[in-house]
């Protein structure tokens, strides 16, 4: 069954003279899920958000926001929240009055309050957005991609300059909005907070797609580390060798023998084979791949 | 257009928008000084600062008006400052990104903000001709007969006067929409929109006097400093509409086709 999608773009492309900024990208980002949207910088992800929110046309491609074409943004951008690029105010209002400013744009009312509460602010809202910090004007500016109950919202890294408890809160934050059946697109260099919130993930490098798709579907992709440590550092070379029989690239180092890369049933082979071989094994971990080690795998490697 | 005219509302109670107000008191006084305050026989040509009349002139019932008119360079000045900080700023802060997502329709966006700075200069004008009006009166002191200034055809002259320097600020005020949103830069609209005013506008009727009857700062400045002539004050009019629409539209069709980057 084809997944409902909230953005969907065929072929986008956009070109500054010679240079390629996004490359042909089919994306596809379903319904009421968070999806992260990663990539090193200049990899094309504010050019893509961009875009999406109708701020620069694309050179060729088309696609679909909300179920309405995207070169007709006036015709979706209404149903949509966004952060670009970093927080953007008048540093001479407040923060309520720059949400009003944004919500007078947007033909809404009513909304600024539960925005305000929702991100944290609202005890600094009638300062002027000059006084705030960073992680305070990123809350001002999740406040005002909330503002009119967007279905879609799209953030380009909205965790910047956010203290780890801003970061927690961003995060608790957004999978309540997908919870709630809101479509979060999020874009992020801190790959260890997409892995914490994302359902679906696309991998963006010098402006082609790298990976779509599910979260955990890439994170099987990469098998586990294991590491074995011996009861005696005398067992050292012969549990290598065990190691080795069981695939994998294998390593012997700081008293141990880590084996990468190796199949979902090897841990508990290498247990039974050590035992077999009268090797006790004082340690046996298996340590699952992060984000962000697939992550520079695959733009390292180049790899689909 | 009316979302956007809204939205602009809020921004325009910034400090900077009274500090805007107090300029253009501060220019008038400073230019009615030059213009009231002891008449010569003779009119003379101060330049930027204006048309000081001779004592007949002044006293006539169009008097006080033309002499509020000499405020129109400085005006300019002011009014190109102020837009440009508000559209270049919105480049600045990067705020025009989050502007475009709420109102998609950037020639409505544009025109909005636009409609909303004209209210804002209308009042600007409005209430600096409420201060400058008795003030003027005061400067030109006892030696200046101001009877007509205040009867029935110079309280005309007055409202007349304020019409045309609330067009004549309407006209640099298009004129500083177009520089800050081909520049998309508050200091380069301002020094570009400055000089043109001042010494490239200046020193092009010095070379070619005949000019002055086509470039768009010589308009607004007839317009605003009046005349005897009514039917050379309409056309006036229709040349300042005409440049001001030019740069209006030219402004929107930027606006409107160019990709938002900033």
């Given at each position: 069954m084809p997944m409902d999608l909230a953005v969907r773009t065929v072929g986008l492309e956009k070109r500054y003279g010679e240079r390629v900024a996004v490359e042909a990208l089919d994306l596809a980002v379903p319904t009421g899920r968070v999806t992260g949207f990663v990539g090193p910088n200049g990899a094309g992800k504010t050019t893509t958000i961009r875009m999406l929110l109708g701020l620069i046309r694309p050179t060729s491609g088309t696609g679909e926001v909300l179920g309405r074409p995207l070169d007709r943004p006036a015709a979706y951008l209404e149903r949509v929240g966004a952060l670009v690029d970093g927080p953007a105010f008048y540093p001479r209002l407040s923060g309520r009055a720059n949400l009003a400013v944004l919500e007078r744009l947007a033909g809404t009312r009513g909304g600024i309050e539960r925005a305000l509460e929702l991100t944290g602010i609202d005890d600094r809202a009638d300062d002027p957005v000059g006084s705030y910090s960073l992680g305070m004007r990123q809350r001002l500016a999740l406040a005002a991609a909330l503002l009119g109950d967007p279905e879609l919202v799209v953030l380009d890294e909205p965790a910047n300059g956010l203290d780890p408890a801003g970061i927690r809160e961003i995060r608790t934050l957004l999978r309540r909005l997908a919870d709630d059946g809101v479509t979060v697109f999020v874009s992020s260099h801190q790959l260890a907070e997409l892995e914490h919130v994302s359902d679906h993930l696309v991998l963006l490098r010098a402006g082609a797609l790298v990976y779509q798709g599910l979260?955990?579907?890439?994170?099987?992709?990469?098998?586990?580390?294991?590491?074995?440590?011996?009861?005696?550092?005398?067992?050292?070379?012969?549990?290598?060798?065990?190691?080795?029989?069981?695939?994998?690239?294998?390593?012997?180092?700081?008293?141990?023998?880590?084996?990468?890369?190796?199949g979902p049933a090897a841990s508990a082979r290498l247990n039974r084979s050590a035992h077999a071989a009268g090797i006790t094994l004082a340690e046996l971990t298996v340590a699952a791949p992060t984000l962000e080690e697939i992550f520079f795998g695959l733009t390292e490697d180049g790899a689909r | 257009m009316i979302r956007a005219f809204r939205g602009e509302l809020v921004k325009l109670r910034q400090s900077t928008y009274l500090f805007g107000i107090a300029a253009v008191i501060a220019f008038m006084l400073i230019t009615l000084v030059v213009s009231v305050t002891d008449p010569g026989p003779v009119a003379g040509d101060r330049?930027?600062?204006?048309?000081?009349?001779?004592?007949?002139?002044?006293?006539?019932?169009?008097?006080?008006?033309?002499?509020?008119?000499?405020?129109?360079?400085?005006?300019?000045?002011?009014?190109?400052?102020?837009?440009?900080?508000?559209?270049?700023?919105?480049?600045?802060?990067?705020?025009?990104?989050?502007?475009?997502?709420?109102?998609?329709?950037?020639?409505?966006?544009?025109?909005?903000?636009?409609?909303?700075?004209?209210?804002?200069?209308?009042?600007?004008?409005?209430?600096?001709?409420?201060?400058?009006?008795?003030?003027?009166?005061?400067?030109?002191?006892?030696?200046?007969?101001?009877?007509?200034?205040?009867?029935?055809?110079?309280?005309?002259?007055?409202?007349?006067?304020?019409?045309?320097?609330?067009?004549?600020?309407?006209?640099?005020?298009?004129?500083?929409?177009?520089?800050?949103?081909?520049?998309?830069?508050?200091?380069?609209?301002?020094?570009?929109?400055?000089?043109?005013?001042?010494?490239?506008?200046?020193?092009?009727?010095?070379?070619?006097?005949?000019?002055?009857?086509?470039?768009?700062?010589?308009?607004?400045?007839?317009?605003?400093?009046?005349?005897?002539?009514?039917?050379?004050?309409?056309?006036?009019?229709?040349?300042?509409?005409?440049?001001?629409?030019?740069?209006?539209?030219?402004?929107?069709?930027?606006?409107?086709?160019?990709?938002?980057?900033?």
């Open positions: 979260l955990s579907s890439l994170l099987a992709r990469r098998a586990a580390t294991i590491t074995a440590r011996p009861e005696h550092a005398a067992d050292l070379e012969a549990l290598a060798r065990i190691a080795s029989d069981g695939g994998g690239h294998v390593r012997v180092r700081d008293g141990a023998v880590s084996a990468a890369g190796a | 330049g930027p600062a204006g048309l000081v009349l001779s004592r007949d002139g002044l006293e006539a019932a169009d008097g006080l008006a033309r002499s509020l008119g000499n405020v129109v360079t400085f005006l300019g000045i002011v009014v190109l400052a102020l837009v440009s900080v508000n559209i270049g700023g919105e480049y600045r802060f990067g705020t025009i990104r989050s502007s475009a997502v709420r109102l998609p329709f950037r020639g409505r966006l544009l025109l909005g903000k636009t409609m909303a700075l004209f209210g804002y200069l209308a009042v600007t004008v409005v209430v600096t001709v409420a201060i400058a009006a008795p003030a003027a009166q005061l400067m030109a002191g006892p030696g200046v007969d101001t009877e007509r200034w205040w009867g029935r055809e110079g309280v005309a002259e007055l409202m007349l006067g304020t019409g045309s320097l609330i067009a004549a600020s309407w006209a640099w005020a298009t004129i500083g929409v177009l520089l800050a949103v081909l520049l998309r830069s508050a200091p380069a609209a301002i020094g570009v929109g400055i000089a043109y005013i001042l010494p490239v506008e200046i020193l092009a009727v010095e070379v070619a006097p005949d000019a002055a009857a086509w470039l768009p700062g010589q308009l607004i400045v007839s317009l605003a400093r009046g005349g005897d002539n009514a039917a050379a004050q309409a056309e006036t009019l229709v040349g300042v509409a005409s440049w001001a629409t030019i740069a209006l539209v030219g402004a929107t069709l930027v606006f409107k086709f160019r990709d938002i980057t900033d």
